[in-house]
């Protein structure tokens, strides 16, 4: 409960459509572009607030003039830090040259940033990596405009080791063995071969040096190219890409593991990690953004022209379902209904650990980002108890008296916001036995607001390692005295490291697997661990196609009833005087919930890449080797 998950990324893209002086004239301002961008990426600031980048592209600058810019921050606040950056440049050129104000020809001169290609990205620093060198977007310089690559992304290979040795092959040298680099330098491989070989077939027609770059330019087929570089990469990715002459793109991975919107219209083309988010900025209906299919790239060529083009033979979908439950905004319609439908499905679960008593029931959630489930929650239990509440007047038939009736109408379930985040309070001190009081005030409680004779009820989104949960929430809800605490997870167990983005990669740091390990040491089965270990030694030399999750086995002898209890034994910390139950969503629920987003192989190990397979069986023999480090 509120474990801090981190997600990497989160991108936009926009090219604008139409010239600068006609954004000048119809909205005010020929820094349209910047500002969109702007909102876009302080509307995806979930997505990532360790690291923000931006990029763009000015079209049709004649040689000598800059038409590309980059800025990028690792600062505390880096989206602002950016803003801050070219705003004051923007307002600084202005004032240096007075009389300009209204000139979009000398803005779009002058001035860096202002383009007609723009991308922006939002990440989270992973494994330690939170340095500016890690901040996208990438640039892959060259002299030829057309050989200029600008990528961001919001992905994880899984084979950056074989895709390394590729490049090595095809005889380059690239700077670290990360899978940004090794994307950018693939794409960048085929973007050189496919731009010297135009140049080549169009001075054969006849024409000279300069009349050959706007050819180039044209017949560039960036889909052709994507295909190439695409070929052997296994992971969940959306990439997008400028071209240094104007040509953009945005690539989502066949599986559909990372998503992708679009927005069209004679004015901008917009491509973002988040529908809501292009709805809000553009003020767009939800019907007007569309999802960028698995497998498929939308391009937008310099001369405007739009396609959406496969570059990959589409798999089975196996979109995140951790996007829905956790990292995505809520304000998505889709997303809304489903994160309410989760809290409806674990409710029959609720009233079993309450024993139906509903009456001496108190329901919140903990943090924010629980808050849509909890709804969905407290209205089946409105609907249950209107179920039980006609029973009961039917029953009493025509004699029954007003204060009966009003008596049986009266009971509601009770709903108290128990808890309150302490936003001021830092947890500064590093020393644990100081720290460990430090994030037990990370909380305050509404006192009063339960009795002795409760059982107190709290959801979340997810219980990833539970470490906050027993140093901290668990001490603090106890203080309020309920006989027991329900703590829900609208996400089913996490079992199982994620490899395509998300920042789960080693299986120790579950609790349901520490739970199993418990269990398998209470029943006397911990050969069988050892067993699991020696199966997926074998593995590694396995062939893609032949790689088997054998990390499975771990988990098979217990229900997940049977990890649920223990887990709430491992997370009840020491002293508590209230009866603890955890309780998690279904694989069966989250599916019905989440339908058209199946990618479930945190809980359930089906991934839908054999990079997955691999690395999950390589994270189980860190694991047994006692090594603490990442599987890919």
Known sequence: MSDAIKHECGISLIRLLKPLEYYKEKYGTAFYGVNKMY???????????????????????????????????????????????????????????PGHDDDVAWQKKNIPYIGELLMGHVRYGTFGKNSIESVHPFLRQNNWMHRNLIVAGNFNLTNVDELFGNLVELGQHPKEMADTVTVMEKIGHFLDDAVAKLYKQIKKEGYNKREASPLIAERLNVAKILKKASKNWDGGYTMGGLLGHGDGFVVRDPAGIRPAYYYKDDEVVVVASERPVIQTVFNVKFEDVMELDPGHAIIVKKNGSVSIKEILEPLERKACSFERIYFSRGSDKEIYQERKMLGKLVFPQILKSINDDLANTVFSYIPNTAETSFFGMVKEAQSYLNKKKEEQILALGPNITGEQLHEILDVRPRIEKVAIKDAKLRTFITQDSNRDDLVTHVYDISYGSVKETDNLVIIDDSIVRGTTLKRSILKILDRLSPKKIIVVSSAPQIRYPDCYGIDMAKLEDFVAFKAAQALHEEQGTTHKIKEIYEKCLTQLKSKDKDVVNYVKEFYEPFTPEQISKKIAEILSPEGIKAEVDIIYQTVESLHEACPKNLGDWYFTGDYPTPGGNRVVNRAFINFFEGKNERAY
């Open 39 to 97: 909102l876009m990426m302080e509307k995806q600031h979930n997505r990532g607030q360790d690291g923000a980048g931006f990029a763009s592209i000015k079209l049709d600058m004649k040689p000598g003039e800059r038409y590309m810019s980059r800025v990028r921050s690792a600062q505390q606040q880096p989206i602002q830090d950016i803003f801050d950056q070219i705003n004051s440049r923007i307002n600084t050129t202005l004032a240096e040259n």
